[in-house]
């Protein structure tokens, strides 16, 4: 690894263990015990002062729900809905009063339906009469003035209610008030025997309502004043009292009392001292130095073909500190649950930039350096890992890496699996059970959002060679493949059936046939530099090279690889179709005109006549290698049999065997045989001599 990797993963390191310092203070400054119910202790543990057990937190919660359950519930009278009655009452007689005596009540009756009041014609007209209206409205106002003074209750589930009035709190029986239907029926008495009692009878159902309701101060104040003498300890601990043995198991009490113990040191603001500090600093940062070396050993020891090595590592490294501050903002920030930290986005993201093996490692160490943060949670992180492992396993059983859609339903699914599980494994409550599922949706939907926009930004980033990039190259619109159409004819007509039969070549033997046919396309791109030098492109290039030696003739022919990878750069090709550019030669010699100088007598050096290789590194190299030169030879030979053509096959692939240039790379004999089967059709479809037919009789009379 270089000084300078080394350093940058130092200073992650250094930046993650600062992050806990800014947002976990509580286990640098305060003493705690990481000790587990069901653990040994490993040594004996005293305490240090008296402090008071305090209750668990769910046996606190229950008391204050007793607690509270029993305060009495606080009434007091609501004098507005008394005052809505009375006026009311004016309102309805003012709509009546309106109406004169010769006139038809019905107008009264149709102005109190307008604002929702249902009156019989008979109950308003004996009320027209303006004295007998002027009594009924002070006996009407003062009945419903002392039935709303005695009080309306709407429902009572016990004999006596708590009154709060005139800031006095008092006990007042049932009896003693009034239900809505007693209150209206006590008013539709108390006018039974007038004039005007069917008014009465029918005013009744919306006059009252009741007016005794809850006084939420003085409710809250009465939860208040019985949560305070409410005690939050159950025992005392006394200074040197041995709270756990060594070799003792802890149990749900000693770990109370360990928790009560540690609240007690934050309590009393009594901290570490510097030196233990010091060390739980130092201990976090070589934890986290060693994850993040672990990492990037890893890397480095990966096949990586299709990228630059130094591009991916210091992102792969910030991938951590950029996980560790969403569980931070997740977990400390915004105090929600952990499952909501996008934790898979990065081992996918990492799978599809990298490897599945890589992913596997990273997985494995997001979870090691995020785990801190979570208060080591033991959930959260086996949650992580199954969920991750399990999504990878599928995306790459499912060869789905380039498909978003997939790969979100792959995660999703996992994520629900992985969270059902465990819920049940945990006996979670039914409404913590479905918000698990929902926030696993909701982490799942997040990670592959960011996915879709990261991933082609690092793979355009790092000229990788995707589907996608691949796609675009066969576009003949592309600058390149436009130049060698229009400037190398000949050229681009012979890559073209090198595509053919890459194609088929690797449908047969399982290579990638999409990367094959590119490769082809672009493999003598070079050859745009100077066309006229190469016969396919010029009939007469021999006229050219008769006025060079064989030495500066072989020079020219061989720059065409280095003019193609110069193009190829240029335009951002993908490193896997540059190399094949660079090895679809390998080191073979350029026999024509090497025998050219052997002829010519003297000394020749042969690495002069042999281009710079390396050898065919990939399927897609060798396949491009083979189909480059048996199309330019077949081309060149007069083919009048099936069995030309196969010879010209095996002789080729025979030369490259003995020359070694397939030694190199990942290909079998048996699958050589497959190439050779895959590519006679192709060439016999283009080259073999169609038969000729005799002429007929009538051609012959002419």
Request: glycine fraction near 4%.
């Amino acid at each position: 690894m270089k000084s300078k990797h080394l350093l940058y993963s130092v200073l992650i390191a250094i930046a993650i263990a600062g992050l806990f310092h800014l947002f976990g203070m509580n286990e640098y400054n305060f003493p705690e015990f990481h000790l587990k119910v069901g653990q040994i202790a490993e040594f004996d543990i005293i305490a240090p002062f008296d402090f008071a057990i305090r209750k668990p937190e769910v046996q606190l919660n229950r008391e204050k729900e007793e607690s509270v359950s029993k305060v009495p519930i606080p009434f007091s009278p609501a004098p507005e809905i008394a005052f809505e009655a009375l006026k009311l009452i004016d309102s309805v007689l003012v709509i009546i009063s309106q109406t004169k005596a010769d006139e038809d009540i019905g107008e009264a009756v149709e102005s109190l339906k307008k604002i929702d009041l249902e009156f019989t014609r008979e109950a308003l007209i004996p009320i027209r009469s303006p004295e007998l209206m002027e009594r009924a409205r002070t006996a009407l106002k003062t009945e419903c003035g002392v039935i709303y003074e005695q009080g309306i209750y709407e429902s009572a589930s016990t004999d006596s209610i708590d009154l709060y009035d005139a800031m006095v709190l008092r006990r007042k029986s049932i009896k003693q008030l009034l239900s809505v239907d007693q209150a209206r029926q006590t008013f539709t008495t108390a006018f039974s025997r007038t004039q005007y009692g069917r008014f009465a009878q029918e005013i009744s159902s919306y006059l009252f309502n009741p007016n005794l309701i809850v006084n939420e101060l003085k409710f809250k104040e009465l939860k208040d004043r019985a949560l305070s003498t409410l005690s939050t300890s159950q025992g005392m601990v006394s200074r040197n009292d041995v709270i756990i043995s060594k070799g003792e198991k802890i149990t749900d009490e000693a770990q109370n009392i360990l928790s009560s113990l540690e609240a007690e040191y934050v309590e009393r603001k009594i901290t570490r001292s510097t030196i233990e500090q010091i060390a739980l600093s130092i201990g976090l940062l070589i934890y986290n130095l060693i994850i993040i070396l672990m990492v990037n050993f890893h890397y480095n020891s990966q096949n990586l073909k299709d990228m630059d090595k130094q591009n991916g590592l210091l992102p792969m490294n910030m991938g951590l500190l950029l996980l560790v501050v969403l569980s931070i903002v997740s977990y400390h920030g915004l105090s929600y649950s952990n499952i909501l930290v996008p934790f898979i986005l990065f081992p996918i993201t990492a799978a599809m930039l990298l490897n599945f093996d890589f992913a596997i490692l990273y997985t494995l160490a997001c979870a090691l350096i995020v785990s801190p943060f979570l208060n080591w949670d033991p959930y959260s992180i086996v949650l992580y890992l199954l969920t991750s492992i399990l999504s990878l396993i599928l995306i790459r059983k499912n060869k789905a890496f380039n498909e978003y859609l997939s790969i979100w339903f792959y995660a999703t699914i996992s994520y629900l699996i992985v969270s059902f599980t465990l819920s049940i494994y945990r006996n979670d409550p039914l409404i913590v059970l479905f918000r698990n599922l929902g926030l696993s949706v909701i982490s799942a939907t997040v990670s592959i959002v960011v996915v879709i926009i990261a991933v082609p930004f690092f793979q355009r980033k790092w000229n990788q060679t995707t589907k996608q990039v691949l796609l675009e190259l066969l576009d003949f619109n592309h600058p390149l493949l436009k130049k060698l159409a229009t400037e190398a004819v000949g050229t681009y007509h012979h890559s073209l059936i090198v595509g053919n039969l890459t194609e088929r070549a690797a449908e047969a033997i399982g290579a990638n046939p999409l990367l094959a046919r590119v490769g082809s396309y672009y493999h003598d791109i070079g050859k745009i530099v100077n066309t006229r030098i190469f016969t396919e492109n010029n009939e007469d290039s021999s006229s050219i090279h008769d006025t060079l030696t064989p030495e500066e003739s072989a020079k020219l022919i061989k720059n065409h690889v280095i003019e193609g990878i110069e193009l190829a750069q240029k335009y951002k090709i993908p490193s896997a179709v540059l190399d094949i550019i660079i090895q679809h030669h390998g080191t073979g010699s350029i026999r024509y005109f090497l025998e050219q100088a052997e002829k010519n007598g003297g000394v020749v050096d042969k690495s002069l006549y042999q281009y710079p290789g390396p050898r065919p590194q990939s399927k897609e190299a060798i396949l491009v290698m083979i189909a480059d030169i048996v199309e330019s030879t077949t081309k060149a030979k007069n083919i009048r049999t099936e069995q030309d053509i196969i010879s010209i096959i095996e002789t080729s692939i025979s030369r490259l065997l003995k020359e070694g240039q397939l030694e190199d790379a990942p290909i079998t004999l048996k699958e050589l045989t497959l190439v050779k089967k895959s590519m006679l059709p192709v060439l016999e479809s283009i080259y073999r001599k169609r038969l000729d037919y005799p002429d007929s009789k009538d051609n012959e009379q002419d």
